[in-house]
């Protein structure tokens, strides 16, 4: 028989934007096993509330608050802490996943719309929900974490806007993390490389993950739970020295996926 995790949460509210899927839902089932209350939003018809809460069954963990909210729309976030303090009370970790954006496939979608759309939706909730923790529930969350890429240092596919939204807010993250030094709030950035979820689907297209599995080393992707345990460290009291930081969590895939390894493995793989 498997030991359950020490719940090192329980009683404390975590907060997980775009919280239903992906690295927001494992994100929230590392925290909930640990006995954590979890709220998730999500944006309007992307959520499965009931598959979602029989996620958190099977886990063995508490049911979570699903609530509809855009991170882009201010109302929203106004409504969201409003419930958050009629129903849990302050939160103890704020982790921002949701990060829509609006995909480039060539120089005609260069726009100032797309390019603040995505700014206003993927780099400004990350102060937006701060300040309003502190506005609506009197204090600010202990730990605040971002979920990044590392998009802003290399090329990816239609990734022009999504990747100036990350270096943003990693930027914003670490003038956070000063501004809030006096406030023991510990802000950081987490950022990953490949993680199929859903969403990789949909920024690069459905072949994506298969054409890279025949490049790349087995293991090359991420598991979503593995993503999930770095944000749980980075609140479990053990990383309070860090903050302003970007954690990269990648396998050392960043420093040995290049043209040299293809070469070193050419003729393995056939090239």
Known sequence: MTARPPRLYDGRVVLVTGGTSGLGLGTALAFAAHGARLVLTYKWGSADEAEIRRSFAAAGAAEPLILEADVARSADTEALYAAIGEQCGPIEVLVNCAAPAVSVRSLADYTERGFLKTMRASAWPLVDYTMAAKRCLGRYPR????????????????????????????????????????????????????????????TFGGDFSSFVRGLVPAGWFIPVEE?????????????????????????????????????????????
Not at 184 to 197: A, F, I, L, Q
Not at 238 to 252: E, H, S
Request: glycine letters at 6%; a negative charge.
């Open 227 to 271: 993503v999930a345990n770095a944000v749980f460290a980075l609140c479990s009291g053990m990383f309070d020295a860090m903050t302003g930081q970007v954690l990269m969590v990648d396998r050392g895939s960043a420093f040995s996926d290049n043209i040299a390894l293809l070469y070193e493995q050419w003729e393995a793989r056939e090239l």
């Open 143 to 202: 730990y605040i974490v971002t979920l990044s890429s590392d998009g802003p240092d290399r090329f990816m596919p239609a990734y022009d806007f999504v990747a100036a939204s990350k270096a943003a807010a990693e930027t914003l993250t670490r003038y956070l993390a000063y501004r809030l030094r006096d406030e023991d709030v510990r802000v950081n950035v987490v950022r990953t490389r490949g993680v199929e979820t859903h969403s990789l689907g949909e």
